[in-house]
């Protein structure tokens, strides 16, 4: 079966711009999180939602926001880029908030602010 | 706040030999230990996990270790194989939830033939 799948890969995007990135979790799959991969800060959470309702929340400024829909696909938007957004952003999912399978990691979208 | 710390950065292994990595975390309430593995281009691949009514978890050459009074895990691989060199991540669930997950520093980990 399809895994996650993260739209787009790669993006390149000028300062202060915003930015939407995409994620349909595995069908069937119900939670999503999402994270941020940076050589210095490592992977970081973001946002966690279960049923389009936001769990939990991690320590980033409130230009990040997320959404889940009903069909559980995912969305986040970053406002007013700046050059330290620059990072891959992965989102995974998975059956329940706390289920016996782990999260499924997608391959992330490469966001580079210029 | 709470911390994950992961030991080696990187560790370079012969072909065939044990790879150990070792993680420490900080939060009392973490009760799920997935690892990861890493390869460049790909997003983590989880390996194995470990919730914390367990202290020991292996699945074919991988295996996982928890001690909880020490806030210890550590994830042991034998005969090690090329395929195997990757960045691999250990995680500790935040307040008890398993989609939020606070990652140690990644371990770089080369086999050499």
């Known amino acids: 079966k399809a895994g996650v799948t993260q739209t787009p890969r790669y993006l390149i995007k000028t300062r202060g711009q915003q930015v939407t990135l995409s994620c349909s979790p595995i069908?069937?799959?119900?939670?999503v999180s999402w994270y941020q991969q940076t050589p210095g800060q490592g992977l970081q959470f973001l946002f966690e939602?279960?049923?389009?309702?936001?769990?939990n929340k991690g320590n980033f400024p409130g230009r990040f926001s997320g959404r889940q829909f009903s069909n559980s696909r995912s969305e986040m938007n970053v406002s007013t880029l700046e050059l330290g957004d620059s990072a891959l952003y992965l989102c995974a999912s998975s059956l329940a908030v706390s289920s016996n399978y782990g999260y499924t990691f997608g391959s992330g979208t490469r966001l580079t602010v210029v | 706040g709470e911390n994950v710390e992961q030991h080696p950065s990187t560790l370079s292994v012969q072909e065939g030999d044990s790879a150990v990595i070792k993680c420490t975390y900080s939060d009392s309430a973490s009760n799920y230990f997935p690892w990861y593995k890493q390869e460049l281009g790909k997003g983590p691949q989880l390996i194995i996990d470990i919730r914390s009514n367990v202290g020991e978890k292996k699945d074919q050459r991988i295996a996982v270790t928890l001690n909880k009074t020490a806030k210890h895990f550590s994830l042991h691989i034998t005969e090690t194989q090329p395929e195997d060199s990757a960045v691999y991540f250990c995680a500790a669930s935040i307040g008890g939830s398993q989609g939020n997950l606070i990652f140690g520093k990644g371990t770089k980990l080369s086999v050499k033939p």
């Open positions: 939602y279960f049923s389009e309702t936001q769990r």
């Open positions: 069908s069937g799959h119900r939670s």
